[in-house]
């Protein structure tokens, strides 16, 4: 557990137990962390979410992990999504507003097969003033983390290690320097996933990897006022970094 005062999960009904629906007890803790903005701490475990988590302003989603870490299902908090199979456009799994932090986490999609991979929305997505992404891993997100559908500033991306199948990072829209720290796009962090009966098979890492090729884009970036990347890469990629024109101007509206 992080060290000082937080709100618990556990205390709210989350029961970790990889099979019990989680969503109500986070969407309890997270609303009661909101007045004060306070911290909501997850423990290692495996938290079945069937809906969407919001953070709100000002508000830090935490689990265990410390620092930058490859996939384990097994190990440290696990976030196991199951929201907006084949719809792109629904809800994304974790919204982040001014000022909130998704900190510490795995995030795994069960339902994500190698051999059959169907679209999701956006695992994470931003709007708003300085929201943080941070220590987080991404196993197999159909499209990763997002900081431009919605107008922001002062993005903070730092130690995300990714499995993205379509979109890895999108930025549009930011009117205040966005930061990228230690992003890695890379197929491996769903091929060496650490499951209790073991990794991948090589037919099943085969099967990523050819659809990256075909069909990941890792970087696209838009309008942004201005960006530091740094330390940051894709591999196993259609395109690593992507940049685009869009008629939105940086400052959104």
């Known amino acids: 557990m992080a060290e000082g005062i937080a709100l618990d999960v556990v205390s709210f009904g989350a029961r970790g137990d990889g099979i019990t629906d989680d969503t109500a ?7 009661a962390a909101a007045t004060k903005g306070e911290r909501v701490a997850v423990p290692a475990g495996r938290f079945r979410i069937d809906g969407t988590l919001s953070i709100p302003v000002g508000v830090t989603l935490e689990g265990v992990w410390a620092g930058p870490h490859t ?48 679209p999701y929305p956006w695992t994470i997505q931003g709007r708003g003033q300085h929201y943080n992404v941070i220590d987080v891993t991404l196993a ?15 993005h903070h991306l730092r130690n995300v290690l990714a499995c993205c199948l379509r979109r890895g990072v999108l930025v549009d ?42 069909n990941l884009e890792g970087f696209i970036i838009g309008r942004t006022d201005w960006e530091y990347i740094s330390n940051s890469f894709v591999i ?10 869009t008629d939105t101007a940086s400052g959104g509206t």
């Open 71 to 118: 996939s384990m299902v097994d190990r440290g908090t696990v976030l196991l999504a199951y929201a907006g199979r084949d719809d792109e456009a629904a809800q994304p799994f974790i919204s982040l507003t001014h000022n909130s932090t998704i900190k510490g986490v795995t995030v795994y999609y069960p339902e994500q097969l190698p051999t059959d991979i169907h």
């Open 236 to 245: 196993w990629a259609k395109v690593g970094f992507r940049f685009i024109h």
């Open 25 to 31: 007890a986070f969407e309890a803790a997270l609303q």
């Open 173 to 214: 829209q930011c009117s205040d320097i966005g930061r990228l720290e230690n992003v890695h796009i890379h197929s491996v962090y769903w091929w060496r996933i650490h499951y209790p009966e073991g990794h991948l098979t090589r037919e099943e890492v085969d099967a990523v990897n050819t659809y990256t090729l075909e």
């Open 140 to 154: 197999n997100s159909y499209n990763g983390v997002d900081c431009g559908t919605f107008h922001n500033e002062g």
